[in-house]
């Protein structure tokens, strides 16, 4: 097989954003979802490497760290996950004695996941270093900024439930 042609890398012209292409200035679809995948890979790399966590379980031990205990399908709702990626994660986390996992008699097949004493230190750590990287981002917003800017987003999530963005 022949090499692959290689194309040069567009340089960032100085002033300019990554995510300020041509689509992403005529739609704000294209520069949310744009920032979004920023974000998503820059922590998912963050926490992979410096807490050998997956975004996956980083939702999960925060979920848990502000509810004390879930059954797995209320966790994987609460945290926004896939059920199955929960299951996983939920499995991974066990291994490594941050959660626990029991199953319940009085609820059928459930199973009641919750920190241990030891997911529940590391997970204060977790969420500081998670609070600190917030501020980071955020550190050119004014407060009241940034406040409306979570109004809307929480507001656009709202339009999203009840839109039928299927089609």
Do not use: C
């Amino acid at each position: 097989m022949p090499p692959s042609k290689g194309f040069p890398v567009r340089e960032i012209t100085p002033g300019r954003s990554r995510v300020a292409g041509m689509l992403a200035r005529d739609h704000v679809a294209v520069l949310m979802s744009t920032i979004g995948m920023r974000l998503s890979r820059g922590a998912m790399a963050y926490y992979r490497a410096a807490w050998n966590i997956s975004t996956v379980e980083w939702r999960l031990l925060m979920t848990l760290n502000s509810i004390e205990s879930l059954n797995v399908s209320e966790l994987s709702d609460a945290a926004d996950v896939d059920k199955a990626a929960a299951s996983r994660s939920l499995a991974l986390l066990q291994e490594r004695k941050l959660v626990s996992v029991e199953q319940t008699r009085s609820r059928g097949r459930a199973a009641i996941a919750k920190l241990t004493a030891e997911g529940r230190k590391f997970t204060a750590k977790l969420a500081q270093v998670s609070r600190e990287r917030e501020a980071r981002l955020f550190k050119d917003f004014a407060a009241a900024d940034k406040d409306r800017l979570n109004a809307l987003l929480h507001q656009l999530s709202q339009a999203l439930d009840g839109a039928d963005w299927d089609h």
